[in-house]
Nanobody, 126 residues
Framework: QVRLVESGGGLVQPGGSLRLSCATS????????EGWFRQAPGKEREGLAC???????YYADSVKGRFTISRDSAKHIVTLQMNSLKPEDTAVYYC????????????????????WGYGTQVTVSS
């Protein structure tokens, strides 16, 4: 059974940092691509970052240089380290996988992804 559970969200001031974790089960983490997404009220879901089966990464322009995706296969965890947070980063963040080896669907919002976590709220406010 494929399962993804996000954690680590919360309230942070602009310029601060948060680390989101995605605990996974039911699949071999390094055989597939995993992505991080976010959705703010009234906005489309946005693909933020992805790590492919070969370890290559993708980042959206909006987060490039500030966010870093990584994974620990031994712990079955995908991490999104978020630095230099801005108010516009406020959204529900979630991780997902489509059990594919590439990140092609992530820039478009991950509509083809099959498996999603419940999401964790990130609020950036002074």
């Amino acid at each position: 059974q494929v399962r993804l559970v996000e954690s680590g969200g919360g309230l942070v001031q602009p310029g601060g940092s948060l680390r989101l974790s995605c605990a996974t089960s039911g699949f071999t983490l390094t055989r597939y691509a995993e992505g991080w997404f976010r959705q703010a009220p009234g906005k489309e879901r946005e693909g933020l970052a992805c790590i492919s089966s070969d370890g290559n990464t993708y980042y959206a322009d909006s987060v490039k240089g500030r966010f870093t995706i990584s994974r620990d296969s031994a712990k079955h965890i995908v991490t999104l380290q978020m630095n230099s947070l801005k108010p516009e980063d406020t959204a529900v963040y979630y991780c997902a996988t489509d059990l594919e080896f590439h990140c092609a669907d992530v820039p478009g919002g991950g509509n083809g992804y099959k498996y999603w976590g419940y999401g964790t709220q990130v609020t950036v406010s002074s």
